[in-house]
């Protein structure tokens, strides 16, 4: 095959795979060791620029006779471990046992439409933790019991936001008003002996835990620019949660928290 | 009788900072196998920080470190046992102990602060404003360090961890 040809089609596909593990939420040397390893196992070299929105990256052939750069945005994908992993692996098989590039595609297009855990599952599971969580604070069960019911509604607001692809900051700020909303109940009626605390961790499930942990990650490695973008993407999150909570703090004269 | 109390505090505290786990892992949809593994490690890294806050004088970034550290170790021994990347259950475990509270105070007492007229009051706001934002940031580098520090120590081994998979699979 043309040596242009094949470099262009490899391309096409690395900076795909790229793209998604950005998007599922795998720390920034993982992407680069990753897709460094399946350009490897066909006799080329990738270099990459990473960015929040995009990755730059140009493949080039042994003797650096031969290159092709492509561009490509990140997919608007959520959160997934699963395929974090399963890609990881796909990485190694490439490397071990030299696939081909259509092999290839077959086994990533079956790992990337592999169907998520129910949504109502999710919910539920969320409610849950946010209300141990709020246990871990040292409120009590009538505290425990008003955080399960703020988070279940706030989460499934969310989820239903998040399906109309609706601006992801605005979807922060609603929810968290929302679930701050029904945590308050704690407060105004005197809800168990710690209703504080069932208003300071009914906006907690909101937290972004995996971009802050991904970030600083990727700071310590030395991707400082992206690791700094992740960063600042978390705080702006965390901000919008808050603008939620003290829009509800000001609406109903909560004056402590 | 005083050591049974903390004893069944700590038990408590690791049971309900695994179902916490369990809870914010679902969010980013983990393999099956792995969500198991990270409520047990989130239980020892929680109740062995609540530990340390109670029976010793270290500060909660500290102690947060010591915890990361553990976790750290135990999943890279996980991940070789279950042939998954070692932050696909490090990470969902480390969740409970993101100072998610400290960082919301922080922009609350920012708000008040330029709500706040009366000057001798607001330099208490400004004390607060640091020392929320200090101790989630300190907290934050803390836990990441301490579970990444055994990444780098045994820097092959992590980065193998699905090969492995695929030689069993062939055997």
Known sequence: MDIHLE?????????????SLMAVGVHTSRIVRNTARIAESFGFFVDMTIFQKTIIMTLRDKDNTHSYSTVNKIKPMALNFEINSQLSSL???????????????????????????????????????????????????????????????????????????????????????????????????????????????????????VPLINGIIDIIEGHVLAGVSRLINAALLIICLSIGLSLTLLLLGVQTL | MMNFDLLQAIIFDGFFAA????????????PRKAILVSALLAAVGHGLRYCLLHCTSLDIASASFVAAFSIGMLSIVFARMIHCPAEVFSFPSLLPMIPGMFAYKTVLYLVKFIQCKDNSASVDIIVSIFKNGLTATFIMFALVVGVALPMFIFHKQSFAVTRILKLVKKN
């Not at chain 1, 391309?11 to 793209?19: A, I």
């Not at chain 2, 179902?19 to 983990?30: E, L, Y």
């Open chain 1, 91 to 209: 990485s190694w098989e490439a490397y071990d046992d030299h696939l081909s590039l259509d092999e290839l595609k077959v086994k990533y297009n079956e790992i990337i439409s592999h169907p998520r855990m129910s949504k109502w599952m999710v919910l539920f599971l969320v409610a849950c933790a946010n209300a141990s969580f709020c246990r871990l604070f040292t409120g009590d069960w009538q505290a425990m019991g008003v955080v399960f019911i703020a988070t279940l509604v706030g989460f499934f607001v969310r989820q239903k936001m998040m399906e109309r692809h609706i601006n992801h900051l605005f979807v922060f700020v609603v929810s968290s008003f929302v679930a701050s909303m029904i945590g308050c109940t704690a407060v105004l009626y005197n809800i168990g002996t710690t209703p504080q605390i069932a208003l300071g961790t009914s906006v907690l499930y909101l937290v972004p835990g």
């Open chain 2, 19 to 30: 179902i916490a786990s369990v809870g914010f892992a679902v969010i980013s949809n983990p």
């Open chain 1, 7 to 19: 470099l262009k089609e490899l391309s096409k596909f690395l900076s795909d795979y790229s793209t």
